[in-house]
């Protein structure tokens, strides 16, 4: 099994950049797809963007042109380029596998980590 491990949060401006790490242990990492969520207080977990092992990629409407999703195989990492960071972006950022249909499908077996926290300050 894939085991994930998710850094590079931290506090930044509005209109800054981050860029997550999601570190995979497991020789399987490049057999599957990853999705990063994240969870705003008081709020649902949302699926932000996707990759297949394939390098195929789709993103919410809401970070679409703001974030970039891509993959390492060598280096068994996932990044999230995020730029053009907004308050409304704060949250606490998660990564999973998955598989990949039209989208990327968490699989539901997958356990959580414990996330990395992203902080906007307008």
């Known amino acids: 099994q894939v085991q994930l491990v998710e850094s590079g949060g931290g506090l930044v401006q509005a209109g800054g950049s981050l860029r997550l790490s999601c570190a995979a242990s497991?020789?399987?990492?490049?057999?599957?797809?990853i999705g990063w969520y994240r969870q705003a207080p008081g709020k649902q977990r949302e699926l932000v963007a996707g990759?297949?092992?394939?390098?195929?990629?789709s993103y919410d409407v809401s970070v679409q042109g703001r974030f970039t999703i891509s993959r390492d195989n060598a280096k068994n990492t996932v990044y999230l380029q995020m730029n053009s960071l907004k308050p409304e972006d704060t949250a606490v950022y998660y990564c999973?596998?998955?598989?990949?249909?039209?989208?990327?499908?968490?699989?539901?077996?997958?356990?959580w980590g414990q996330g990395t926290q992203v902080t906007v300050s307008s």
């Open positions: 999973t596998r998955g598989t990949w249909g039209v989208m990327f499908r968490r699989d539901p077996f997958a356990p």
């Open positions: 497991g020789s399987s990492f490049r057999l599957v797809s």
């Open positions: 990759i297949s092992n394939d390098g195929r990629s």
